[in-house]
């Protein structure tokens, strides 16, 4: 880097405050007109938007997209179509409205069935923790836990005003 340049950039890095942004936007400018610009190579231009064009069909379908293969494949869908709509109906038959009732009672019966199932297996949840919750409480409750439980309280306490204390110090700073 040239000397000029390095005290235009030491000079902008300076400025970069935010009481000074003028003066480091000045700077800045000063500092990217002795960045010398290059122009891209002869050509680039030219090469990019070639590669932008769209891509050649493949030869082997490019008949298929005349105007006359066009036409036939549509008016050929459209004919099969109009069949499978006459045909369709005697082919698979309509379902009465028993049957669709029945389908429908089948299918809420095995939805309230699944339901049940979810809320037993809650129900049986809730009973296990409520178990283990009774189990503990007999155990805290007895005289020596409820003293090891209140010295560790204690001790907890204890190490909480000791951490603050040697924290106090780096209270400023932060």
């Given amino acids: 880097m040239e000397p000029d340049l390095k005290d235009q950039i030491r000079g902008w890095l300076a400025a970069e405050r ?3 942004r003028d003066e480091a936007e000045t700077a800045f400018r000063l500092v990217f007109r002795l960045v010398p610009r290059y122009e891209p190579l002869a ?3 030219g090469r990019v938007l070639a590669r932008m064009q769209p891509a050649r069909r493949f030869q082997l379908f490019r008949g298929f997209t005349d105007a006359r293969w066009g036409r036939a494949v549509t008016a050929a869908s459209l004919l099969l179509t109009g069949l499978a709509v ?3 109906p005697q082919v698979v038959p309509v379902p009465s409205p028993a049957s669709v009732v029945g389908t429908m ?3 809420l019966g095995s939805l309230v069935t699944g339901l049940e199932r979810v809320v037993d ?3 049986w949840v809730w ?3 409520s178990d ?3 189990a503990v409480r007999a155990v805290v409750t007895t005289p020596p836990m409820a003293l090891i439980l209140s010295l560790n309280g204690g ?3 204890a190490s909480l005003l000791g951490l603050r204390r040697l924290m106090a110090r780096y209270e400023e700073s932060l």
Avoid: K, N, W
Wanted: cysteine-free; charged content about 5%.
């Fill in 155 to 157: 001790l907890a306490i």
């Fill in 127 to 129: 009973a296990l923790l």
């Fill in 18 to 20: 935010p009481e000074t």
């Fill in 132 to 134: 283990i919750g009774l």
């Fill in 105 to 107: 009672v089948t299918l």
């Fill in 43 to 45: 050509g680039f231009a």
């Fill in 121 to 123: 297996f809650g129900l």
């Fill in 86 to 88: 006459l045909v369709l």
